[in-house]
């Protein structure tokens, strides 16, 4: 019998344990963790070298910089705007401006602004079509006069009777609580720090410039540290004007922002700047200067697709559809993975009667990675509508299996609109009868429930539904017609006549409800 040599194996290095291997410096460890975005480890690692040397910079700006890193948000992006910033905003604003100058009153006219038939689209909450893509800002923000209002609407927060009115300031408090819980107890007491002295060192300075904005989220303690730091930089320094005009838009001073980022572009033009002086312009409801800023950026930082993204997003806000495509088009030209505008194209093409090449879009996105609800549901409509009837049913399962209470109703109510398209129509009120019974604010799943019980000669319960449609989503122009409609069926004109008027408020190129309400006019008449 022959030897057989069995190979030894050394354990592993783990490396993601936070103790220092014998022989290497914890700093440099330390610092090799933060490159690799392992934060807690680093927090860890300078935590135990500061109990030795509380007076190390070196050690307190690498944990300071990774207490930021791993609580930074991107903050060039619009966020949700909360009850205090609609009651207390006191910038003044048109209260009358013209279609396509304003985002509270976009074009209205499909074919001036090359959009999409709103019978064909469906319209948001705030009163825009879906754009494929979810942002922040763009889903409480009020539009028309038929939209929620805008104090209504942050009164009843993200998911009307579930979740509490959220105000902007309010969540920097509440984060900056949390990131203190979390890493268990506070670092740096930014009350007993003498900013003047900090001043004077722009490196530790800037680092602790981030830490009070991100990490404790306290825009007024930073603010002082900036003034301070600029006064001492004798205002030439680009970064400290940018970071003031940070603090001044948290604190809702957009005019005082407006200048310090304007000051700032003048010493030094950087992307980051442009964007947030476009958000301003944004929150200052100024579309077309926000416009001709993300033009001018583009021209100097050409191929920047953050730019041209934010183009194509204020043309989808003033419903200047194709003029946002032709966007989303460029950046794919610059940037062929970029998730956002893919997702833009394949709504767009979809709802153009393009389900084919919406499908590929939507393919795409599966072969990047994305794996959601949402992509699963997609691809089962544009699969069922492209007549691949074999894989539409495992789209909507693989959705079903990813989904949870925030969207599973909406899978529900496109399975119904599956059943009704091959006439099913028993699936389909269940269905329907699923999708309200997981969320009792669906207004399309009522509305279409009323149809379906008008079938059955239900008209009472139709009616029910109609009423409870509208009333939900008011930005809605199907079920103000269909309730007209059922009043004219039963007589009462002068119920028919006022729900028509209200559907043609909602959607003015209505043929149907135009043609109902010159019939109810000629019965006036008549009368």
């Not at 401006?97 to 304003?102: D, H, K, L, V």
């Not at 599966?366 to 699969?383: A, F, I, K, Y």
């Not at 609109?417 to 269940?430: E, F, K, M, R, T």
């Not at 409870?468 to 930005?475: F, M, N, R, T, V």
């Amino acid at each position: 019998v022959g030897f057989k040599l069995i190979l030894l194996r050394m354990p592993p290095f783990n490396e993601d344990a936070a103790e220092v291997p014998q022989g290497m410096d914890p700093v440099f460890l330390a610092m090799s963790r933060m490159r690799r975005r392992k934060f807690d480890d680093t927090v860890s690692l300078c935590s135990d070298v500061l109990e030795v040397q509380p007076f190390d910079q070196a050690v307190w700006f690498l944990k300071t910089r990774a207490l930021t890193l791993k609580n930074y948000i991107d903050d060039t992006d619009m966020e949700e705007e909360g009850v205090a910033e609609i009651l207390l905003d006191s910038n003044a604003m048109a209260t009358c401006p013209r279609p396509g100058t304003s985002l509270s009153r976009p074009l209205t006219n499909t074919s001036a602004g090359g959009g999409i038939n709103q019978s064909m689209r469906p319209m948001s909450s705030s009163g825009r079509p879906l754009t494929g893509f979810a942002r922040p800002g763009t889903q409480s923000r009020s539009g028309s006069s038929a939209g929620r209002g805008g104090i209504e609407g942050a009164f009843a927060g993200g998911r009307p009777g579930t979740s509490r009115p959220m105000s902007m300031a309010g969540r920097f408090v509440r984060l900056g609580t949390q990131s203190m819980l979390s890493d268990g107890g506070q670092f740096i007491n930014v009350d007993r720090l003498d900013f003047k002295k900090y001043a004077t060192r722009p490196a530790l300075a800037k680092v602790l410039m981030d830490f009070i904005l991100y990490h404790d989220h306290n825009p007024k303690k930073a603010l002082e540290l900036a003034v301070e730091a600029t006064k001492a930089a004798e205002f030439k320094d680009w970064w400290w004007k940018a970071r003031l005009g940070k603090c001044y838009y948290q604190l809702g001073l957009l005019r005082d922002a407006e200048k310090q980022f304007k000051s700032a572009l003048k010493q030094q033009e950087m992307i980051g700047s442009y964007l947030e002086l476009c958000k301003i312009f944004l929150r200052l409801d100024q579309p077309n200067t926000a416009l001709d800023l993300y033009t001018k950026a583009s021209e100097n930082f050409v191929g920047d697709t953050s730019l041209i993204l934010g183009t194509a997003r204020v043309y989808d806000a003033l419903n200047d559809l194709t003029k946002g495509v032709s966007f989303y088009k460029k950046v794919l030209h610059f940037d062929a993975s970029n998730a956002e505008a893919m997702a833009c194209l394949a709504s767009h093409h979809f709802y153009t009667d393009q389900p084919e090449i919406a499908l590929r879009f939507y393919r795409r996105l599966l072969q990047m990675g994305v794996n959601n609800t949402e992509l699963w549901n997609n691809l089962g409509l544009c699969c069922f509508y492209s007549s691949q009837y074999d894989m539409t049913l495992s789209c909507f399962e693989k959705a079903l299996a990813l989904a949870d209470d925030n969207n599973m109703a909406d899978v529900w109510y496109n399975i119904a609109q599956v059943a009704v398209g091959i006439g099913d129509l028993n699936l389909a009120y269940q269905a329907f009868k699923i999708a309200i019974s997981i969320d009792s604010m669906h207004a399309e799943s009522f509305n279409n429930l009323g149809i379906l019980e008008l079938r059955k000669g239900n008209i009472e319960q139709a009616s029910s539904c109609f009423e409870s449609a509208h009333d939900l989503a008011p930005h809605m122009f199907e079920p103000f017609f269909n309730g007209a409609l059922v009043a004219f069926k039963l007589g009462d004109c002068q119920e028919s006549f006022e729900y028509a008027q209200k559907a043609l408020e909602a959607f003015p190129d209505h043929t149907d409800s135009k043609e109902l309400l010159k019939q109810l006019k000629k019965h006036f008449t008549m009368l």
